[in-house]
Structures are given as structure tokens and as C-alpha cells.
């Protein structure tokens, strides 16, 4: 709707052969050259509406997690995997024993060691 002072809207027209269009022609009826209109403005939601509030992030290595033991699981995995290598060693298979001291400390021990992240629940409201 048009106020009282605004002056008219001239009607829009085809840039091909100039006729008259209506607002809500795709096309043109006098030429059929297809007519662009205006895409309309794009909106982005605000980050936190897809990311969520922030958590608090904290790691231990004595927490008991879904993917780690908590302290005695990793102290008896620390013990299986140096009494094992010194039975290979003197009892069983010599190189076998090498392999372990060589090879299998430097990997596991880090990765039974490491911190684990620790999941925080915040009280109901």
C-alpha cells in the first residue's frame, strides 16, 4: 500500500524489447526473455546456536573414564608389561624378551600414562 505522499512506482520493464511486465512475471510474454529478480538477503544463525555452550575440559591420568582404567587397572597393566619381557628373557624366548624391552615400552607405556579427558556433569536445574 502506497501513502498518500509517495509518488508511484513507474511499472517495471522488460530490458530486452522494453514492454510492460507484471511484478510477478518470471518472463517476458512480448519476447520470452527470462527475467532475473533479486535473490533475497541471506541470514546466518549466531555460531552458538549450533555449537552449544562451552565445556569445561579437564584431564586426568587417576579417573577412572570409558577408555581408561583408572589407577589400579593402569598400575597392573604397568607391572604385566614389565614382569612380562623379564620372564621372556630369562625363562622362555630370548628375543622375544628383547622385542618387548624395545619395542612395546616406548609405545604403551605413554598411551596406559596418558591423561584422558574427564566428562563434566553439570547438576539438573
Not at 44 to 66: C, E, H, K
Not at 71 to 89: D, K, N, Q
Request: charged share 15%; net charge positive; aromatic share 10%.
Amino acid at each position: 500500500m502506497r501513502a498518500a505522499g509517495d509518488p508511484p512506482h513507474p511499472p517495471a520493464r522488460c530490458s530486452g524489447c522494453g514492454a510492460t511486465l507484471s511484478k510477478d512475471a518470471d518472463w517476458c510474454p512480448q519476447c520470452f526473455t527470462a527475467l532475473e529478480k533479486p535473490a533475497p538477503p541471506r541470514t546466518f544463525a549466531a555460531p552458538d546456536a549450533f555449537i552449544g555452550p562451552r565445556l569445561r575440559a579437564s584431564y586426568s591420568r587417576s579417573a577412572r573414564t570409558d577408555v581408561s582404567f583408572g589407577p589400579l587397572g593402569r598400575i597392573a597393566l604397568t607391572l604385566l608389561l614389565v614382569v612380562m619381557p623379564l620372564i621372556f628373557l630369562l625363562w622362555v624366548v630370548f628375543p622375544f624378551g628383547i622385542v618387548c624391552l624395545v619395542a612395546a615400552w616406548p609405545i604403551l607405556l605413554p598411551a596406559i600414562w596418558k591423561k584422558t579427558p574427564i566428562q563434566h556433569l553439570d547438576p539438573p536445574d
